[in-house]
């Protein structure tokens, strides 16, 4: 039994993905593994994927990354003790032994199933201990007899050893005389050999007569015994020894804690797993898998020793743009086609940015100087990301490399461009059953510079009458856009692939003003139409951000 997380190195792109980031963190994945998917290197997302991206992976076959939305530390991350879970009907001695064997205070009690029924700690078993006065501890356990015959070592010559001691108490084999007065029917009795108060035992009703030392038993005491329905076990320790060990037999469940168990799972972020630890002066705590099984125990001690996570970045270099908790991660590489932003390392890194069109064209390149040709699923992710970015080569951000390297993924994917880019693009544009919110974080992405920080997003149509709609359902949400993305302003770039213009809709304080200081057009009911304005990142976001600059100098 035993719970060891798998050390994955995450391949993630940014919020709000775009086809570029889904499908350049597929082949990357790809690539790093050897020619599969699995691995060591695993593919995951940022956010939702949109109707574009959806229809690529639907198109090749492909399931969409595991999303990933936070990479601070969890549990998993740090070293889990692979303590097994014991039995509920484990004795408090045998569960001591273990204790002292392993080195450890708390056991978790867990069923056949590995489901966690409660844990018992050193500090329960030494005051059960302590209980000298509680003679029937035994029956309140309703405690097996197996566990009593392993605890004094000892074999049972009268009686069925799956029974249970189920009522009465523990008495201390004596004289006839006193024996009368105490035991009652259904007591556990310890003594010796002598005939008379094994006889007075059995004729008092006893359900159990332990004989210590290992004394013999006449045959003629076996065979009544036998007859009134009494059970006979013999130990060889003597009296006392016997009497300290039998309450020992009593099984964990009886005094283990059930209510309320401070348990974690392996997806409990660490900062809340302390918090809860600080509070209790327990040293261990029990830990669930991600199926809700037993899988270990962690201390406080063990926060210390942490894994953290190790992710690399693709399609994006800006941590406003980064899933949370990237600042508590190991960024081992970064792969992008983006202005450098503001992500800051603790450690050199392969940083690869290249002035293209699309970070897939950066990772073809990469598969080329590695030997490797990609299988025609990936090299047909990879054409629709370079499609996608470039809005088919249009858009000024595209290269000379963008469009060779797409030429040959298609042939490697045996896709005909433009049959299929239409196909892509209108699926990204279809507006049925989409709400605002759908449609406006379909491609949305947060920029800053300094104390500058602004939304913008951009959606991309084939007509008039899709864009028109588009606009008519996004325009109202804007506002709404601006307190959920937590910026002050917000850009939407309304795209018509064809015609190569955009219709610019805005939101936020002077932005009106910064519009037309950006691009030196009149703005008409909350839009402007800006020609030939097809790149968000080479033709909308330089503009804004001199005009927002202007304003502050």
Request: hydrophobic fraction near 40%; charge should be negative.
């Amino acid at each position: 039994m035993g719970y060891r997380s798998m050390r994955r190195i995450n391949i993630v792109g940014h919020q709000n993905p775009d086809t570029d980031s889904i499908c350049s963190a597929l082949a990357y994945t790809w690539l790093k593994n050897g020619g599969k998917l699995c691995g060591t290197y695993e593919a995951r997302r940022a956010g939702n994927i949109n109707r574009e991206t959806a229809f690529v992976l639907n198109y090749f076959g492909m399931d969409a990354p595991r999303l990933c939305t936070d990479l601070s530390p969890q549990i998993k991350d740090i070293d889990i003790r692979e303590q097994a879970g014991i039995d509920a009907e484990t004795s408090i001695r045998d569960a001591w032994s273990l204790m002292r064997t392993d080195e450890i205070d708390t056991l978790c009690i867990t069923s056949e199933e590995n489901e966690l029924q409660g844990l018992i700690t050193i500090k329960d078993i030494a005051n059960s201990n302590m209980e000298l006065f509680d003679t029937s501890v035994l029956s309140a356990a309703d405690t097996s007899y197996a566990n009593i015959l392993k605890t004094l070592d000892a074999r049972l010559i009268a009686g069925d050893e799956n029974s249970r001691i189920s009522k009465g108490s523990i008495c201390i084999g004596t004289s006839p005389e006193i024996m009368e007065e105490i035991i009652k029917e259904g007591d556990v009795v310890l003594g010796t050999n002598k005939y008379e108060t094994q006889l007075c035992a059995i004729e008092m009703g006893a359900k159990l007569i332990v004989v210590c030392c290992g004394a013999p038993v006449t045959r003629t005491m076996l065979a009544y015994a036998k007859e009134k329905g009494c059970d006979i076990m013999v130990s060889p320790y003597e009296t006392y020894a016997a009497a300290r060990l039998i309450t020992t037999a009593i099984p964990v469940r009886h005094l283990m804690m059930t209510d309320d168990l401070i348990k974690f799972s392996v997806n409990t972020p660490i900062e809340d797993a302390s918090k809860v630890m600080a509070k209790v002066r327990f040293r261990y705590f029990p830990i669930l898998d991600r199926d809700g099984k037993y899988c270990g125990v962690v201390s406080r001690r063990n926060l210390l020793n942490l894994h953290r996570k190790q992710v690399i970045l693709v399609d994006h270099n800006e941590r406003i743009q980064a899933v949370d908790g990237l600042d508590q991660a190991e960024i081992l590489e970064i792969i992008d086609h983006h202005r450098i932003g503001s992500i800051e390392t603790s450690g050199p890194v392969y940083f690869r940015n290249e002035a293209v069109g699309c970070t897939a064209t950066i990772i073809y390149r990469m598969y080329n100087e590695q030997g490797l040709v990609p299988s025609k699923e990936i090299a047909g992710l990879l054409l629709s990301a370079i499609l996608s970015d470039t809005l088919m080569f249009r858009s000024p951000t595209s290269t000379m490399l963008d469009e060779f390297t797409a030429n040959e993924l298609a042939k490697i994917s045996g896709i005909d461009i433009p049959s299929y880019a239409e196909q892509m693009f209108e699926a990204g544009a279809d507006l049925s059953g989409r709400d605002a919110e759908d449609v406006f974080s379909s491609d949305f992405k947060t920029f800053s510079s300094g104390d500058i920080k602004f939304g913008a997003g951009q959606s991309i149509y084939m007509t008039d009458n899709s864009r028109h709609a588009a606009e008519v359902l996004v325009g109202p949400y804007l506002p709404e856009a601006c307190r959920k993305e937590n910026v002050p302003l917000v850009f939407y770039m309304f795209t018509d692939m064809k015609s190569q213009s955009t219709d610019l809709m805005f939101f936020g304080k002077h932005a009106e003003d910064i519009v037309k200081d950006a691009f030196g057009v009149e703005t008409k009911d909350g839009i402007a139409v800006l020609p030939g304005v097809v790149s968000r990142k080479k033709q909308l976001i330089p503009p804004l951000l001199a005009a927002i600059q202007a304003r502050q100098d």
